[in-house]
């Protein structure tokens, strides 16, 4: 599963960056999405790379995030206990690592808000402007996008 975080605004853009970025239901900064790992995804992740940061995600990060940034329809927060009741998985921990696995998608939840409304990240981005590879908040992070998920929780 690839986590992606949209890290640009979208004024002055492409057409169609812009409408790639709203098929990835990214329609603000510090929203993200998870997506599975299918060549059409990633298609449409390199189109936006330039507005996205973007990598593989592990089941602890992503189990922490949907604990604290998981909502359902109406902001209520997403807990043990719906999760217990609404899938077949004890824990969202448990559904965090069937997530990763592949197994089960986010839309597999009722009422799961497709998309996380991260907090900008702690200490902030080191550029807005540059790669990752260059020293920047774009593109591709590979599993350091971790570390970037959890200072934005």
């Known amino acids: 599963m690839y986590a992606v975080v949209q890290v640009r605004g979208v004024v002055n853009t492409r057409r169609d960056i812009k409408e790639t970025l709203k ?48 909502r359902l329809t109406g902001n209520k927060p997403l807990t043990e206990e719906y999760v217990k009741s609404a899938t077949s998985y004890g824990s969202i921990e448990e559904f965090a690592s069937a997530l990763v696995n592949g197994e089960v998608r986010m839309k597999d939840v ?33 599993t350091e996008i971790n570390d970037l998920l959890i200072k934005m929780r």
Not at 40 to 69: C, H
Not at 129 to 135: D, L, M
């Open 23 to 70: 098929m990835l239901r990214l329609h603000h900064i510090n929203h993200c999405v998870i997506v599975p790992e299918t060549p059409e995804y990633l298609g449409m992740i390199r189109k936006a790379k330039d507005f996205v940061a973007f990598g593989e995600v592990d089941a602890a990060t992503l189990a922490t995030i949907l604990t604290t940034r998981g």
């Open 110 to 142: 009722p009422e799961l808000k497709p998309v996380l409304r991260m907090h900008p990240p702690r200490k902030g981005y080191k550029t807005t402007k540059r790669t990752y590879t260059q020293g920047g908040a774009l593109g591709y992070y590979g």
